[in-house]
T-cell receptor, first 113, second 112 residues
Framework: QKEVEQDPGPLSVPEGAIVSLNCTYSNSAFQYFMWYRQYSRKGPELLMYTYSSGNKEDGRFTAQVDKSSKYISLFIRDSQPSDSATYLCAMSVPNTGFQKLVFGTGTRLLVSP | DSGVTQTPKHLITATGQRVTLRCSPRSGDLSVYWYQQSLDQGLQFLIQYYNGEERAKGNILERFSAQQFPDLHSELNLSSLELGDSALYFC???????????FGPGTRLLVL
């Protein structure tokens, strides 16, 4: 079993839809949770960063962490064709000076006009 | 733009050859991480350097090596290249706290 599981998709939605992307994990020591967006053949771009449990909102993006269920989510409101990309979740255990990120395999999102 | 730069953008070489990939971290970041991304493996952590010293190793082959220089730029050396080494290689950097990582645009390596 992988430490981090993520549905590879693709997830196809119409423009304007609310998108829900999810990851599950098995290591209860994870405390830092991140979402990266990666366009084709580009470097991953940090979208959201959350420490421990709770919600965090930034514009059209909301990240949720449920540590009791070992489940994290990224919601995208009013999705746009420009949101079409692969979304990677990543998480790590606190360790000063070193952060080994464990990535999900990524979910490919396609937003059609 | 993350502030992390990588050169070259593309590299085409032959099996058995050696190449060097270069990374400059964001201003002020002391940690540099190297990752390999292939279609069937996702993002795989290779190695981390912190202020010139190797801090952690991941799934890095013995044919691969890296170093971080006093000016904090880093180089990843890949030798005796095989077809399976064809992949995207990313560098990331993080602040001292190490809570987040910022990725560069990557180097696409094609081994023929």
């Amino acid at each position: 079993q992988k430490e981090v599981e993520q549905d590879p998709g693709p997830l196809s939605v119409p423009e304007g839809a609310i998108v829900s992307l999810n990851c599950t994990y098995s290591n209860s020591a994870f405390q830092y949770f991140m979402w990266y967006r990666q366009y084709s053949r580009k470097g991953p771009e940090l979208l959201m960063y959350t420490y421990s449990s709770g919600n965090k909102e930034d514009g059209r993006f909301t990240a949720q962490v449920d540590k009791s269920s070992k489940y994290i989510s990224l919601f995208i409101r009013d999705s746009q064709p420009s949101d079409s990309a692969t979304y990677l979740c990543a998480m790590s255990v606190p360790n000063t000076g070193f952060q080994k990120l464990v990535f999900g395999t990524g979910t490919r999102l396609l937003v059609s006009p | 733009d993350s502030g992390v730069t990588q050169t070259p953008k593309h590299l085409i070489t032959a099996t058995g050859q050696r190449v060097t990939l270069r990374c400059s971290p964001r201003s002020g970041d002391l940690s540099v991480y190297w990752y390999q991304q292939s279609l069937d493996q996702g993002l795989q952590f290779l190695i981390q350097y912190y202020n010139g010293e190797e801090r952690a190793k991941g799934n890095i082959l013995e044919r691969f090596s890296a170093q971080q220089f006093p000016d904090l730029h880093s180089e990843l050396n890949l030798s005796s290249l095989e077809l399976g080494d064809s992949a995207l290689y990313f560098c990331a950097s993080s602040p001292h706290s190490g809570e987040t990582q910022y990725f560069g645009p990557g180097t696409r390596l094609l081994v023929l």
